[in-house]
């Protein structure tokens, strides 16, 4: 599974990108971030408040309980604003 990180959620894990094998019962996003998290410091300060950082998988927009697969590509970044 690759997974890349963009803006503050970059700055805190130190990574713009990573490859990653969770263990089969890592099948949700909301699972993936709680097993990143403990990954490192930076991971856990990235997914402390798991609301404020969204996520799409294989370029599309994706909830929390949504499904992760191997080989899926996950992005995770803060919520986008306009103005």
């Known amino acids: 599974m690759r997974v890349l990180y963009f803006a503050w959620v970059r700055q805190r894990t130190g990574l713009a990108t ?45 909830g929390p309980e949504d499904p992760v697969a191997p080989g899926d590509e996950v992005a995770f970044f803060p919520p986008v604003t306009g103005g």
């Not at 490859?19 to 402390?48: D, K, N, Q, Y």
Request: aromatic share 6%; proline share 11%; no cysteine.
């Open 18 to 62: 990573e490859e990653v094998e969770p263990p089969p019962e890592v099948a949700t996003i909301s699972a993936l971030m709680r097993w990143l998290a403990a990954r490192s410091p930076g991971h856990a300060a990235a997914f402390a408040q798991p609301k404020q950082v969204r996520a799409a998988v294989n370029q599309e927009f994706r």
